[in-house]
């Protein structure tokens, strides 16, 4: 490892044996090294059930406010109302998770994330129909949320060795990605059939799944034996951190760039009622919002291409110039059937570039420090692609969706390799 932009500490885990070199078809497929690691095991089999429950209420939750105000606005707003609760408390949640028992703050979030989608399925059951009290539960959710996920995200590197990382997190992101396939899916399909509430009910009785795999997790309490409290201060020195370890900033910096330059989806309705019209607005929106979640499945299945990687720093700037590139002919396409091919490629770029990503937070932090790390990658997560929706929707009227598409491709590419080119920490880091 660079020692230069990182340090090292113990882990929990045992440490990585030598693999034997797979053959044949074994070496392109999924690395399933992290899933020997019976803690690690249990945490990621939890989330295949919750990576689909969470989907079925995210789609219930809009449905909802739709059917009772007929109106998308309100959908919108909602959406907004969730976002400040998430970066308030996943920033907070990040220093919380570097001064407690990693393994207790899980236990009590999600205990609070099943309970607030049980309290969605009561409103939903005796017809409340009150926006207001969505809009509620949905702030409070999303907080839960911001508390979990730092402490979830940073408990990865205390379970599976530092040459797993990449692996673990590409196990965990392809689960994620396919539930935003299937998950939406499943909710068309089930909504004629059970009605709306009981969605809610089937995403509560999923969380009580996680949180028993949390409970036989082994504790994780803080490595460094001062005592510390979460607050402001913490938070503060997380960001100082950050501005320390250019790696962990430019890290930052090339998720914000693909992003906020380069997530296209609020041209998505646009783009299906004009361009690609002649081949069914429906069947063209239901393509193109798909077609990025399937690349990055696909990228997920074949891990083991790219997950032995040492040079991670390097593989985050190839694969987020890959993104750019992939948008770029998305953007000049006019045939919806190479439009999609653009976008899962893009896809699979996106895969590569969060599971490099997630390793370089994860080994090039101290475990004092990475809760806040993975507060901010939340929040980074979450903001970027809210971001890009204002950007490219203003810039589409503005230049048209196409150009807009195509040039933020394009500035994805130049910013990066730009960035690349400027500050040589990123290119030098490796494991």
């Not at 009772?68 to 609760?85: D, M, N, Y």
């Not at 309970?115 to 399925?121: A, K, N």
């Not at 965990?172 to 009910?201: C, H, W």
Request: with cysteine; net charge positive; charged share 10%.
């Amino acid at each position: 490892m660079d020692t230069s932009e990182s340090s090292t500490d113990s882990q929990t885990a045992a440490p990585a044996a030598p693999a034997p070199p797979r053959r044949g078809w074994r070496r392109w497929a999924m690395d399933t090294r992290p899933l020997r690691r019976p803690a690690y095991r249990r945490l990621w089999s939890s989330t295949i059930v919750t990576a689909v429950g969470s989907q079925l209420t995210a789609v219930a939750v809009p449905k909802q406010i739709y059917d009772i105000t007929g109106s998308s606005a309100w959908v919108g707003f909602a959406s907004l109302a969730g976002l400040l609760p998430l970066i308030v408390f996943a920033l907070w949640g990040g220093a919380v998770a570097d001064t407690v028992d990693r393994r207790k703050l899980l236990l009590i979030t999600n205990s609070g994330i099943a309970v607030t989608s049980l309290l969605f399925w009561v409103q939903a059951a005796v017809g409340l129909d009150s926006v207001a009290a969505l809009m509620v539960l949905l702030a409070v959710q999303q907080a839960f949320w911001g508390l979990n996920a730092p402490a979830r995200n940073a408990s990865i590197a205390r379970l599976v060795p530092e040459g797993e990382l990449p692996a673990a997190n590409a196990l965990g992101s392809t689960v994620m990605q396919t539930g935003q396939v299937v998950g939406p899916l499943l909710a068309g399909v089930l909504i004629p059939v059970i009605g709306l509430p009981e969605l809610y009910l089937i995403d509560a009785v999923a969380l009580c799944v996680t949180v028993w795999a949390v409970y036989r997790l082994p504790s994780l309490p803080p490595l460094a034996a001062t005592a510390r409290r979460a607050g402001l201060r913490e938070i503060a020195a997380g960001f100082r951190y950050i501005s320390a370890h250019k790696v962990l900033l430019l890290s930052f910096l090339a998720d914000i760039i693909a992003m906020v330059f380069g997530m296209p989806r609020a041209l998505f309705p646009q783009l299906a009622a004009q361009t690609y019209a002649p081949y069914g607005e429906g069947l063209a929106l239901g393509l193109l919002f798909a077609a990025i979640p399937v690349g990055a499945v696909a990228g997920g299945l074949f891990s083991g291409t790219f997950s032995r990687a040492r040079r991670h720093g390097w593989m985050v700037i190839g694969a987020v110039v890959a993104w750019g590139a992939a948008i770029t002919g998305f953007g000049l396409s006019r045939n919806l059937w190479l439009a999609v091919v653009c976008l899962a490629v893009a896809g699979v770029a996106d895969m590569v570039s969060m599971v490099f990503r997630g390793a370089i937070l994860l080994s090039a932090a101290t475990d004092e420090m990475r809760g806040r790390m993975q507060g901010v990658f939340t929040v980074v997560v979450a903001g970027g692609p809210r971001i890009a929706d204002v950007l490219h929707g203003t810039a589409g009227s503005a230049f048209g969706p196409r150009a807009a598409v195509a040039g933020g491709g394009l500035l994805v590419v130049a910013i990066m390799l730009g960035l690349a080119a400027a500050v040589p920490a990123l290119r030098r880091y490796r494991i």
